[in-house]
């Protein structure tokens, strides 16, 4: 498969009616939820990531129509490539190649043209981190890093509800890479956010980041923070902690 039209062919060959229940429940498809409006396949996500293992070469100019399917499994397949094709291009040895930074801010610029078809937290979260995320680690012919903190922040400021999610989960990556700045920006830009999928996310952002460079600067975060964000955050924020300390915390 090398185009978007036998890939959208054969994810509707493998629809699954009770799966799609299943899903468009767990996506929150109902009016007046987050995820009104989607449709489902019903594919799980291990079945469109063999899709995406067997189309791994369609070329860059066919992504743009899946990730503007109707078809939710569909535009996961469609990031998913992307994720697949910026990766390919981050490898140790292509870190500083030419050729290469260029492919990356090309698909960097690609994904978030069609950032708001990630229009749920599945497909900002397998996509955000690998693409974005990593991007802010590598050289870049956009710009420095003043320049990546502003494209950042436009999205942590826009008014669409994915956008702030990436700018937020975007954070996993650089954390894992040891530099925490990002995810305490993004943080505090969020801390008084007021959907619940963002209090999620600035938690569980916290904690990885907690874990993977310091638990002291989480800490010190808390003792800044912990009076005034949502409590959600707080318990996803300190899940990582002894049983004594998330009592402490909680009861703050």
């Known amino acids: 498969m090398t185009t978007a039209k036998e890939i959208i062919e054969y994810m509707e060959s493998l629809q699954n009616e009770k799966q799609r229940e299943i899903l468009m429940r ?33 070329p860059l100019s066919e992504v743009p129509i899946l990730l503007m399917s109707r078809w939710h499994e569909v535009r996961l ?79 942590a400021q826009s008014k669409c509800l994915w956008k702030q999610r990436i700018s937020m989960v975007s954070t996993w990556k650089t954390s894992q890479q040891g530099d925490p700045s990002w995810c305490l920006r993004y943080a505090e830009i969020h801390l008084h956010h007021p959907h619940d999928l963002m209090h999620k996310a600035v938690g569980w952002m916290l904690r990885e980041m907690g874990k993977q460079v310091s638990m002291d600067l989480l800490r010190d975060f808390l003792r800044q923070h912990s009076d005034e964000m949502h409590r959600t955050t707080l318990r996803y924020a300190i899940e990582k902690m002894s049983v004594e300390e998330r009592r402490m915390w909680m009861k703050k």
């Open 77 to 155: 397949c469609g990031f998913l490539l992307l994720v697949d094709k910026f990766e390919r291009n981050a490898t140790k040895r292509l870190i500083n190649d030419k050729q290469a930074i260029s492919a990356r801010d090309e698909l960097l610029k690609l994904y978030l043209d069609y950032a708001e078809q990630a229009n749920n937290w599945d497909l900002v979260d397998l996509s955000a981190p690998k693409i974005l995320g990593h991007w802010l680690l590598l050289p870049s012919n956009l710009g420095d890093r003043d320049f990546k903190q502003q494209l950042v922040d436009t999205l």
């Open 26 to 58: 767990f996506f929150k498809t109902a009016p007046g939820e987050y995820g009104f409006g989607d449709e489902f396949l019903g594919l799980k996500v291990p079945q469109t990531r063999e899709v995406v293992r067997e189309a791994r070469e369609t």
